[in-house]
């Protein structure tokens, strides 16, 4: 019995020693597991930080297009009144020039026909005195 004894101590003293190695490999690991968790943990935190920033700026940015197209939206009708008008006022620009390319042609007719009519009679004018002056000399010279 002492022999059996001595080998059931033995193999108590074996799962002990096996037991305490275990509980220590597994408390390291237990460790460098929450260590690494705690490591990841601060990381992932750090990036939700950013990212929530970043997501911040994008809100940011996207209520600053959305006011800018809301403006857009607005001015768009009144740009549209204005190219309306601005059509308007070159079809009447275009209707004035004409008629002043009309009025010019009358204007240029009107000063010709009355200088033709200032050369004829200046003409006969000149045939005029021409006649009198021969006149008076056939008158002289009887």
């Not at 074996?14 to 690494?36: F, G, H, M, P, V």
């Not at 006022?89 to 010709?112: A, C, F, P």
Request: glycine share 2%; net charge neutral; proline share 0%.
């Amino acid at each position: 019995m002492s022999e059996l004894s001595t080998n059931f101590s033995k193999e108590i003293s074996a799962i002990k020693l096996y037991l305490r190695d275990n509980s220590t490999r597994i408390q390291d690991l237990w460790l460098e597991l929450s260590q690494n968790f705690s490591l990841k943990w601060t990381a992932l935190h750090a990036n939700i930080q950013r990212n929530e920033l970043q997501i911040a700026e994008l809100m940011r940015r996207m209520e600053n297009i959305t006011l800018r197209i809301a403006l857009m939206e607005n001015n768009w009708e009144k740009n549209n009144i204005k190219i309306k008008d601005c059509q308007g006022l070159i079809h009447n620009i275009e209707s004035n020039v004409t008629d002043l390319n009309t009025n010019s042609e009358i204007l240029k007719q009107s000063i010709s026909t009355i200088c033709n009519h200032f050369i004829q009679n200046n003409k006969l004018h000149d045939d005029g005195e021409e006649y009198k002056q021969n006149t008076t000399a056939i008158r002289i010279k009887n």
